[in-house]
């Protein structure tokens, strides 16, 4: 990651102290709801001793009143971390070169982006009757306006009474500066089995697979390109691009999804884990795990920065 050392600075400097405020804060609520389980292992031991109900039930109220305010706590903490360690982060990205000053980065934690948005992106096929979005940061880089959110898309089994995983991940809606002229999706080949309705849906209105059009041999292997007729997709996906892309899938190791129609572009990147969720019983002080979460955005914002300058 570029700017890493300058990182490692502001981290010590900025995210640090406010990590050490909110680990004592977690320590301080692990150790009262530890407290609070010794506390019902004592009543069911007086219970058992006395043998007396209704003694046991009166000490019992408060108790159970208690271990719900702490647990009300617990999850407070888990939603405020975020916001306590994410807009800091924010800063620290929007000091860095092509983001504009007058359209600083903005961190939306209860919002996202909607259903319809993520089915008219075309990538994946689906009414997405369990639909979760949260996490939202919105910007621009260079001429380019930008939204970002955590996903978890899931729709039923048609095998298993359950939920099948559709997309889980960070998901980018981005406007481009000029209308492109036609639409292109690029699918991660390795998934294909997985994209059949979608692909099906958009050969349907006109879409053709496109793979002879990419002259980079590692995208051709990794990814799947269709596009409607008369689509110049050397124009949308340059060479320079193509190795970009085939730059990040290497790094990452995650699968990537791109839309592109009209003035709207859209990126997938798949993650299996919740970005930067607190842990409750371990210690989150960790550059690492800031590190990680730092690289999965300016990740996406490169990818944005690449067709910024070449679109």
Known sequence: MERLEEFRLYYVQTIAPELQRLERKRLRLVGLLL???????????????????????????????????L????????????PNVIEPLLDFIDNGPNFDTNYPLAYYPREGMTKKLFQDSGIFSTPAPYYTAEDK????????????????????????????????GVFLHAFFKAQVSGQVRVWPRSRRQFLTK???????????????EIMNPS???????????????????????????V?????IGRDLYFSF????????????????????????????????????????????QE?????
């Open 247 to 251: 730059r990040y899938h290497t790094r």
């Open 137 to 168: 940061i919105a910007g621009k880089i260079g001429e380019i306006e930008f939204e970002l959110c955590e996903l978890d898309v899931r729709e039923n089994s048609p095998v298993r009474a359950d939920l099948d995983e559709v997309f889980k």
């Open 71 to 82: 647990l009300r706590q617990l999850q407070r903490f888990r939603q405020r971390f975020k």
């Open 219 to 245: 995208f051709r292997q990794l990814f799947m390109v269709y596009a409607t007729p008369n689509t110049v997709v050397h124009a949308i996906l340059p060479e320079t691009i193509q190795e970009a892309i």
């Open 307 to 311: 067709f910024d300058q070449k679109i």
């Open 198 to 212: 979608a692909i099906k849906d958009f050969t349907f209105t006109g879409g053709k697979n496109a793979d002879h």
């Open 35 to 69: 407290m609070s389980v010794l506390v019902f292992g004592g009543l069911i031991a007086f219970q058992f001793y006395v043998n007396i109900w209704v003694i046991f039930l009166l000490l019992m109220i408060p108790h159970v009143f208690y271990t719900g305010y």
């Open 261 to 304: 129609q009209n003035k709207d572009f859209f990126v997938g990147i798949t993650q299996p884990k919740d970005l930067l969720e607190p842990y409750i019983f371990r210690s989150n002080q960790s550059f690492d795990l800031i590190l990680e979460f730092m690289r999965d955005i300016t990740l996406i914002l490169q990818i944005v």
